[in-house]
Nanobody, 120 residues
Framework: QVQLVESGGGLVQAGGSLRLSCAAS????????MGWFRQAPGKEREFVAA???????YYADSVKGRFTISRDNAKNAVYLQMNRLKPEDTAVYYC??????????????WGQGTQVTVSL
């Protein structure tokens, strides 16, 4: 089992940047596919980005070219660099993990989330 803790959320103006981090407990982090999801008020949780254990990356169309997912297996961490933020990016962002998965949208473990608010 792995525990996930997100950090790095906050309030930023439109056009600004934030970098989210997700720290994972346990061993063998490199075998986990890691993902980021978000949930805005009144909306369903949606996929944002994924970095599989084979290091393939996937992005939602809404964030392509603006967000970048990366991982540091030595630090048991995954990151989401968010640039050119828009008000519609406002949401709680969740980190997720699944072992040995090539499916970028299905996960077994979830963090508690970190709030990102983008103001005009």
């Amino acid at each position: 089992q792995v525990q996930l803790v997100e950090s790095g959320g906050g309030l930023v103006q439109a056009g600004g940047s934030l970098r989210l981090s997700c720290a994972a407990s346990g061993r063998a982090f490199s075998i986990y596919t890691m993902g980021w999801f978000r949930q805005a008020p009144g909306k369903e949780r949606e996929f944002v980005a994924a970095n599989t254990y084979t290091t393939s990356t996937y992005y939602a169309d809404s964030v392509k070219g603006r967000f970048t997912i990366s991982r540091d297996n030595a630090k048991n961490a995954v990151y989401l660099q968010m640039n050119r933020l828009k008000p519609e990016d406002t949401a709680v962002y969740y980190c997720a993990a699944r072992r040995y998965s090539t499916n970028p949208t299905q996960y077994d473990y979830w963090g508690q989330g970190t709030q990102v608010t983008v103001s005009l």
